[in-house]
């Protein structure tokens, strides 16, 4: 399975963007799907995720902010983020499980600037 994230860019505080990963198998045959992200010196951390036939959770530091969904038909999971703070800056990874297996999307940047 391939994951081709996309969407990041540069935007001011208090903007939007929504990152679009697609993946070259099935979104609706995954065990999970998420995105994460890592800012430099720090961590990769989980921003939003899904597991199948669960409810989608979100880091703490996003919630009522960022929101994840997908669309089955294009085999695409989005992140819409709203409301974008300079913390938010980080390079952003796709995540999708497959029966156990755990694959990656490139990343894209999002920088949070004014």
């Known amino acids: 399975v391939q994951l081709q994230a996309s969407g990041g860019g540069l935007v001011q505080p208090g903007g939007s963007l929504r990152l679009s990963c697609a993946a070259s198998?099935?979104?609706?045959?995954?065990?999970?799907l998420g995105w994460y992200r890592q800012a430099p010196g720090k961590q990769r951390e989980l921003v939003a995720g899904m597991v199948s036939g669960g409810l989608p959770n979100y880091a703490d530091s996003v919630k009522g902010r960022f929101t994840i969904s997908g669309d089955n038909a294009k085999d695409t999971v989005y992140l819409q983020m709203n409301s974008l703070k300079p913390e938010d800056t980080a390079v952003y990874y796709c995540?999708?499980?497959?029966?156990?297996?755990?694959?990656w999307g490139k990343g894209t940047q999002v920088t949070v600037s004014s």
């Open positions: 995540y999708a499980n497959y029966l156990g297996m755990d694959y």
């Open positions: 198998g099935s979104i609706v045959t995954s065990n999970a």
